[in-house]
């Protein structure tokens, strides 16, 4: 993430902790706490390498497509949503690793669903 996107994606972590979907409120708040050291810690631990660094964020994202399969349908729409519109808030023009990596990860159809809201946007 460059500066601009932490930037936005800080203040929209905010905005889905207060007033984002109820039953994720609780879940935002505590990913508020830490995401600026995590943040930090993430962009240490990853290699330099854009494509080695894809490999990388795919492996750790598993557990959480996992997750997300988990949750009763309701729910893991109501995820997925809070996800996506937290990605589109948060990267900038370029579509960089937020575009390219976690949204098609977390389901296919995300990116399908995201092109149709910004064709009905524009």
Known sequence: MDPSEEKSAKMYLSI???QGPEELQDYFKEVKQT??????GL??????NSDKRKEEIELRLK?????????????????????LSFIIHS??????????V???????????IEDERMRRIL
């Open 16 to 18: 889905l902790s207060n």
């Open 35 to 40: 995401f600026e050291q995590d943040l930090n």
């Open 43 to 48: 962009n240490k631990e990853l290699p330099a």
């Open 63 to 83: 557990p959480v497509k996992n997750f997300i399969l988990t949750l009763p349908s309701a729910q893991g729409v109501v995820f997925k949503e809070a996800l």
């Open 91 to 100: 990267r900038n023009a370029n579509k960089d690793t937020l575009l390219s």
């Open 102 to 112: 976690i949204l098609p990860f977390i389901s296919d159809d995300l990116m399908k």
